[in-house]
DNA sequence: ATGGAACTGAACCCATGGGTACAATCAAGG
DNA sequence: CCTTGATTGTACCCATGGGTTCAGTTCCAT
C-alpha cells in the first residue's frame, strides 16, 4: 500500500493539495513546499511520489480535469428524457452548466491552462480531450435525439451543441470577470433563460413568429411559469 | 526627448519586447534580461523607463490592449453603411474579426489575462474595459441602428451584441487548440458564416420559415453568391 | 568644445525555490 | 521483537533571476 502513516492515500492528497496551490499562485508562483503543506505532507514526500514538479502539475491537473468533466457530464442527465418540457429542461440543463462553468475550480482549472498552455502542450491534449471535446459530443447525442423525435430542427447536431454551449457560456465571461467576480444564482438563471431562447429560436420546432411576438420577452415560450427550478 | 542613442524611442521599444518576451514565457518565467535582448536595450535602461517588473508588466499589457482594441473596433467600420447587403456585411465583419480573435498577439493577450489575473486585478479593469466591453458596446450601437432602419428584428442591442459575438467566437476556441494551433482563413469564413446564419436566425427579418427550407445550408440567404469576399 | 543626460556592459548582492541527503520516526508483517 | 519501508524535519547545494552599482561611453544642446 502507499499508505503508512496518516491513514487517507497519500497520493490523492497530493494531488488535490497540488491543484489547490497552482490554482492559488500559479505554476511558477508555486512552490513544492507549498504544496506539502497543503497536502499535510513533508516535502520530500511530494518528490517521493511524483518526480518532478512539472509532472505534478501534469498529474494535478488531469485529475481535477476529470473531476470537472464528470460533473458536466452529469449535468447533462435531464436531457435524456425526451418526452418532458423541452425548453424546461433545456433551461435546466444550461443552469447546471452555467453553475458548473462558474465554479471556483472550473475557473482556475481554465486559467492554469490557458496560462500553462505554451509550456505544457500536452496538458492541452489530456483536458480538452476529455474537456469541452467530450462534453460537446455528449451533447450533441442528446440533441440528435431529440431530433430525431422531432422536439428540435437540427440538421447538424455537433453545430447545434456547439452554439448552444458558445451562447451560454460566452455572455459569463464579460459579466463574471473572467471567472474572478462570483455571479448570483438568479443571474445565471437568466442567462440560462435568454440562451435557450435564442437557441430555440435557431433550432426549436417552427416558430411562426407573429407580428409583435417576440419571444425573448417572455419568461418561458409555451407558458410554463418556470418559477420552480432547481 | 526620451531618444538619446537608437533613434527611435525607447520606451515604445521596451514595451513591445515585453509584450512579446510576456507572450513567449509567461509572467513568471519571463526574465528582465531577456526584455532587454528583445528591445535591444541594456538591463538597466529597461529598469530607468519602467520601475518594476510589475509595472513593466501593467504597461505592455495595456500598450498590448490598446493595440488590439483599435483593431476590433476597425473591423466593425463595414457596419457604418446601413444599405449594403446586411448578410453578406456581417459575414464580412464577422470575418475579419475573427482573423483578429486568432491572431498571435491577441491570443497572447488573453492567454497572459487569464494566467496573471489573479495576481494583477487591476489589468483586468485596464484591459476588459477597453477591450471586449467596448467592443460589445460599439457593435450594439452599430446593430441598434441597423434594427431601428428595419432592417434587424433586435429589442436589446447588447444581448444581439454579445450573443452575436458568442456565436462568433465560441466555436473557435475548439477548433484552434486555445489559440496554439494556426486556423486557415476559409474556415474562419465559413464559421463566420454559420455564426451569422444563427444570428440572423435570431434576430434577422422575418423568416418565414416554409417546410424543408433550412437556411443552414444555403450558403447565403438572400441569394448573393457571397464568393468575393476580402 | 563641454557639460549633462541617457545608455551600456558587467559585475555584484541577495532572496527564492527546485531538488537532495540524512538521521530519526512510525507503522506493518513475520 | 525486529526488520522493512515509507515518512518526516531539517539542513543543505545550487541555479535562476530581480534589482542595483559603477565606471565608461555616446549623443545632444548650448
Redesign the interface.
Given at each position: 500500500m502507499a499508505t503508512t502513516r496518516g491513514g487517507g492515500d497519500r497520493r490523492q492528497a497530493i494531488l488535490e493539495g497540488a491543484f489547490t496551490v497552482f490554482a492559488?499562485r500559479?505554476?511558477?508562483?508555486a512552490c513544492v513546499k507549498e504544496v506539502a503543506a497543503e497536502a499535510g505532507v513533508a516535502k520530500p514526500t511530494v518528490y517521493n511520489h511524483l518526480n518532478d514538479k512539472a509532472t505534478l502539475f501534469r498529474h494535478a491537473m488531469q485529475a481535477a480535469a476529470q473531476n470537472v468533466l464528470d460533473e458536466r457530464l452529469a449535468a447533462l442527465d435531464p436531457l435524456k428524457d425526451a418526452d418532458g418540457d423541452l425548453p424546461a429542461t433545456l433551461h435546466d440543463v444550461g443552469h447546471r452548466l452555467l453553475r458548473l462553468h462558474t465554479d471556483e475550480r472550473a475557473c482556475a482549472l481554465?486559467?492554469?491552462?490557458?496560462?500553462?498552455?505554451?509550456?505544457f502542450?500536452d496538458i492541452?491534449e489530456i483536458v480538452?480531450e476529455s474537456g469541452?471535446?467530450r462534453l460537446?459530443q455528449a451533447l450533441a447525442d442528446r440533441l440528435a435525439r431529440l431530433a430525431l423525435a422531432g422536439r428540435l430542427?437540427i440538421?447538424?447536431p455537433d453545430?447545434a451543441a456547439?452554439?448552444f454551449?458558445?451562447?451560454l457560456?460566452?455572455?459569463l465571461?464579460?459579466r463574471t470577470?473572467?471567472?474572478?467576480r462570483p455571479i448570483d444564482d438568479t443571474t445565471l438563471s437568466d442567462l440560462a433563460r435568454?440562451a435557450v431562447n435564442?437557441f430555440l429560436?435557431?433550432f426549436g420546432p417552427?416558430?411562426t413568429?407573429e407580428?409583435g411576438t417576440?419571444m425573448?420577452?417572455v419568461a418561458n415560450p409555451d407558458g410554463h411559469p418556470l418559477t420552480v427550478e432547481e
Open positions: 492559488r500559479g505554476y511558477a508562483q481554465r486559467r492554469l491552462l490557458y496560462s500553462e498552455i505554451t509550456h502542450p492541452l480538452t469541452p471535446h460537446t430542427r440538421t447538424d453545430l456547439e452554439q454551449l458558445s451562447l457560456t460566452g455572455p465571461e464579460a470577470r473572467m471567472g474572478t435568454t435564442a429560436q435557431i417552427q416558430v413568429t407580428a417576440d425573448r420577452k
